[in-house]
C-alpha cells in the first residue's frame, strides 16, 4: 500500500507547489512619463495586473535626500512637479518589490 500513495503524493506535492509559486508570484512596475515640461506622472502596479494604492513612490536626489515623498493614489498614478536637481524615482513595495526609475528613463512628450 505505501508504494501506491507515494507517487501520487509526490504528483500532488509539485502540483501544489507549482500552483501556488505561480498564484504568488508578481512583479512590481512602474513607469513615469513627462506630462509636460513641469509636470511627470507615474503609475504603479504588478504584473498580474493588480494596481498599487497607497504604495511608497519618492522622488530622490542623487544625494538620497528625498526631494517629493510620495504615496500612489486610488487610481495607483502619482503626478508630481519636476524637481531641479537631478532625481530617481523609487517604487517600493516591500522587499523584493522595488522599481528604481532614473529621471534620463522617463518619457518626454
Do not use: W
Amino acid at each position: 500500500m505505501i508504494s501506491i500513495f507515494r507517487p501520487l503524493q509526490t504528483v500532488l506535492l509539485v502540483l501544489c507547489a507549482g500552483f501556488s509559486a505561480s498564484a504568488l508570484a508578481h512583479n512590481p512596475m512602474c513607469e513615469c512619463k513627462a506630462v509636460d515640461a513641469e509636470q511627470i506622472k507615474c503609475i504603479g502596479g504588478f504584473s498580474d495586473g493588480s494596481g498599487a494604492p497607497g504604495v511608497t513612490l519618492d522622488v530622490i536626489g542623487y544625494d538620497e535626500t528625498i526631494l517629493v515623498p510620495g504615496k500612489l493614489g486610488a487610481d495607483s498614478t502619482l503626478t508630481f512637479k519636476k524637481p531641479g536637481a537631478e532625481f530617481y524615482v523609487l517604487f517600493d513595495a516591500g522587499p523584493g518589490h522595488v522599481v528604481e526609475i532614473d529621471q534620463a528613463d522617463i518619457e518626454t512628450p
